[in-house]
């Protein structure tokens, strides 16, 4: 009850997360306040300006809130007992409520969970990776931007953030290992490098591409739902590309001006590597076809609005993905079978509670009579954009600090920065895909995401560094989202 | 025979547009609706309905409005103009009924109140919420059919919740829409702005109220307390010290 624990797919890695004091309270206050704030909803009368659908939608939202953020019952849990509140209140009909499971953000986060299980299986993302460092890693140098830009392009392949930690994780070992560095060595700095580095290399590169991860799939499910804007594979890309770059390139000189490297540590021996890439052999058949799969999906994500002209139908984003995941089961074409698909339920189904309260919310009216309120209080619609821009980026990226899950985020920031967007008379795309971008910013301390606790097992670093290196390079994708808003962003026409 | 037939056709056309002309020129002629709030109250278990309309009369001093369905006339008062008898009068021409209300003041702006019951409206219908819903709940619908022919320029309406009662939702619901939720004086209204409405065309208007039976809030929070306590007990231990597996 006491201990959350994240086995990873690799079987040589487990990522076991011990609840510091101030969690096992929160834990053990979580259900009794979560319980009271509900009872509170219920007695007190409807506020004006609302009606009591919109009062406990609001009070079912803060109990979920508060029992997912304390952990005091597990997440899927409260998700299911979010599903009955809703219609039972009145606040959503049971139609509405369990209709979230056919939702297309649910269908996506499914289909990546078979895509990533294929990927994982196949080997192919191991291969690329120890392809490109023993071909082009000479230095220590040329080795960390080639794990960056390894982090980056399979992210285009494994819809997975811990996925890919799993993969790269015995890679980065590696690596240390090659060069020689060692816990005991008291300079090891390339060791702090290569783990930390990991960690924001492979949470930085997830803000570029949607699929990276399930949240950002239900960003834009939000975004859909809430202003009736699709937003498209390469737009996303094409926008967040940038200053994911810009961002992993400060997130390289940063750590080379925190950490600097001594002369001894740089020599690199890839002997261990290039064994192990001589072990992988020829690629095999399950490879090639996980390669023939995946070159589909990308092919047709990336054509994405030209495929009714190239082929004469389109295909959504969802709808590739299906596809692609029915591909992996393929007798004869495919690599997978049903039960070696790791499929997260229980992800799942705190997805559904998750956005069914979220999409409540903004459904009753809460949402716009909530910040309407806050904005006469604060007046907020004085600000100018690039004001608001600044202070939404800001919170989007350093929310991580009080909402560790990637999802709970979600469900918070984006519907409220759609509402901040509406009543402030701004284009809610504008504030709202940016936000989105901000959701992996997960790289501050350990606990925040499962991708920090598999790289913390190494030692190389301490909270303080990884708190000092993370935040540091936050604030120089807060400084670049914030260039960009007046350049790129406006250049594409997203503000 | 074939020229009996031309002329019989064009007998016809012509009288069917003689007829929509004159129509046309009668709606072209009559006063003029601006605008148009219906405020529905309750009194019993009828509705008392407030109707204020803004209108612009015409070279006679003429102004027609529409006749409710579900709801007769009691009084009607001016708040600006004179009204030249004291009840209006209802008019038929074809399948349109509407009321005609004549003032002294010829093309000018005047304001008026009328006053409407309808009969068993808050008696209300059980209220369609799907096969999970909370009890007592009861659908307030009103249905505003515009049977004259001309426009009225801007149409709101707002049913109260009786006292006693929640306003659950207003059926349809969307922040996206002009719908409102406002308080005025010992009522909560659940209201929609219809904006301009075309003739022959109906606006529907639906509150879900219901009826948050005695007692369900000390029930609930004796469960509060009970399942608090229990869980705190069965995990003392999280205070004590952290457990590391």
């Known amino acids: 009850m006491n201990e959350a624990k994240a086995t990873l797919s690799a079987p040589e890695i487990k990522v076991k997360k011990v609840k510091s004091p101030f969690e096992l309270k929160m834990q053990f206050f979580g259900l009794p306040a979560a319980l009271i ?47 009955v509140a809703l219609p039972l209140l009145g606040v959503w009909e049971e139609e509405k409520a369990m209709g979230v499971l056919g939702y297309e953000v649910i269908w996506l986060t499914f289909a990546a969970f078979i895509i990533a299980s294929g990927m994982e299986k196949s080997g192919l993302a191991k291969r690329l990776a120890l392809n ?32 890919r930690a799993a993969m790269m994780f015995p890679i980065v070992l590696l690596v240390i290992e090659a060069f020689g560095t060692t816990l005991n060595d008291p300079k090891n700095n390339l060791g702090k490098l290569l783990a930390l580095q990991g960690i924001q290399s492979n949470n930085l590169s997830t803000g570029a591409i949607v699929t990276a991860t399930s949240a950002q799939i239900m960003a834009i499910g939000f975004i859909k739902d809430l202003t009736g804007q699709n937003i498209s594979w390469t737009y996303w890309f094409i926008a967040s590309a940038p200053v994911t770059i810009l961002t992993l390139l400060a997130s390289f000189f940063i750590g080379k001006l925190l950490f600097k490297i001594p002369a001894s540590n740089a020599k690199i021996n890839l002997s261990l590597l290039e064994e192990e890439r001589k072990n992988l052999g020829k690629m095999s058949l399950v490879e090639k076809k996980a390669l023939v799969i995946f070159g589909i999906t990308i092919a ?49 189904i705190f997805a559904c509670g998750a956005y069914a309260a979220g999409v409540a919310l903004d459904e009753t009216g809460v949402a716009a009579w909530g910040l309407n309120a806050l904005f006469a209080h604060l007046g907020i619609e004085n600000m100018s954009f690039t004001v608001i821009f600044a202070v939404i980026m800001l919170i ?55 991708v920090n606790l598999i790289y913390y097992n190494t030692g190389f670093f301490n909270v303080l560094e990884q708190m000092l290196y993370g935040t540091l390079v936050l604030l120089a994708k807060w400084g670049l989202m914030i260039i960009a808003s007046l350049t790129w962003f406006r250049f594409i026409g997203l503000v | 025979m074939n020229k009996i037939k031309k002329l019989s056709y064009i007998s016809c056309l012509c009288l069917f547009v003689s007829l929509a002309a004159v129509q046309t020129s009668y709606a072209g002629d009559a006063g003029k609706v601006v605008s148009m709030e219906d405020r529905i109250t309750p009194d019993g278990q009828d509705a008392i309905i407030t109707q204020t309309i803004n209108a612009k009369t015409n070279e006679s001093g003429e102004v027609i409005f529409p006749i409710w369905k579900d709801a007769a006339i009691e009084s009607i008062k001016t708040i600006s103009g004179t009204l030249t008898a004291e009840e209006v009068t209802e008019k038929t021409d074809g399948d349109q009924s509407y009321y005609l209300a004549v003032f002294a003041e010829k093309e000018k702006e005047v304001s008026f109140q009328v006053i409407l019951r309808g009969e068993g409206f808050y008696a209300g219908e059980t209220a369609d919420l799907g096969d999970t819903y909370p009890g007592n709940a009861k659908e307030l619908s009103f249905k505003a059919k515009n049977t004259t022919p001309i426009s009225i320029g801007s149409y709101q309406m707002k049913i109260a919740v009786p006292k006693g009662k929640e306003l659950l939702n207003i059926v349809d619901y969307s922040d996206k829409k002009p719908f409102t939720i406002t308080s005025e004086g010992e009522y909560t209204f659940g209201g929609f702005d ?36 229990g869980f705190m007990y069965r995990n003392l231990d999280l205070l004590k010290k952290p457990v590391n597996e």
Not at chain 1, 42 to 68: D, E, H, N, Q, R
Not at chain 1, 310 to 338: D, E, H, N, R, T
Not at chain 1, 400 to 417: A, D, E, G, M, Q
């Open chain 1, 37 to 83: 704030v509900f009872g509170l909803f219920y007695s007190t009368p409807v506020p004006v300006g609302l009606s009591y659908a919109g009062k406990m939608a609001l009070g079912v939202f803060l109990t979920a809130l508060i029992l997912w953020v304390t952990e005091s019952i597990p997440n899927y849990t409260v998700s299911l007992l979010v599903i």
């Open chain 1, 132 to 163: 490109l460092i023993t071909r082009f890693g000479k230095s220590a140098n040329s080795i960390l931007l080639l794990l960056m830009a390894t982090n980056f392009l399979i992210a285009f392949v494994v819809p997975s953030t811990t996925a």
């Open chain 1, 300 to 348: 047709l994500w990336a054509i994405d609005t030209r495929q009714i002209h190239l082929f004469g139908f389109q295909l959504s984003l969802v709808m590739v993905a299906i596809l692609s995941a029915a591909l992996f089961f393929m007798p004869y074409l495919g690599i997978l079978k049903w039960k070696e698909a790791k499929i997260s339920w229980n992800l799942l």
């Open chain 1, 396 to 450: 989007a990226s350093f929310s991580h600090f009080i909402f560790t899950s990637k999802t709970v985020r979600t469900i918070i920031l984006i519907p409220t920065i759609i509402g901040i967007a509406n009543a402030t008379g701004i284009n809610p795309v504008a504030l709202a895909l940016p936000a989105a971008f901000c959701i992996s910013d997960t790289i501050t301390l350990p606990p925040h995401s499962k």
């Open chain 2, 194 to 229: 219809f904006g301009k409405v075309s003739p022959g065309k109906e606006s529907k208007l639906a509150i879900n109220v219901f009826d948050k039976k005695s007692g369900s809030s000390v029930f609930l929070w004796i469960i509060i307390i009970l399942l608090s306590a």
